[in-house]
């Protein structure tokens, strides 16, 4: 499904909260699994020439 604002507020609350407290240097892409998806899709690994 399409990612709703209460999706990335949920993730904001937890990192504003107590139980966030050892979490520190970290990106979180929050996409609802879009970006995994997308590699999935790709195509194989010998598809495009190995450049030097």
């Given at each position: 499904?399409?990612?709703?604002?209460?999706?990335?507020?949920?993730?904001?609350?937890?990192?504003?909260?107590?139980?966030?407290?050892?979490?520190?240097?970290?990106?979180?892409?929050?996409?609802?699994g879009q970006t995994l998806q997308s590699w999935a899709n790709a195509p194989a690994g010998d598809t495009?020439?190995?450049?030097?």
């Amino acid at each position: 499904r399409i990612g709703q604002p209460d999706d990335v507020a949920a993730a904001v609350a937890f990192l504003a909260s107590d139980e966030a407290r050892h979490v520190t240097g970290v990106d979180w892409l929050i996409d609802g699994g879009q970006t995994l998806q997308s590699w999935a899709n790709a195509p194989a690994g010998d598809t495009f020439p190995k450049v030097r």
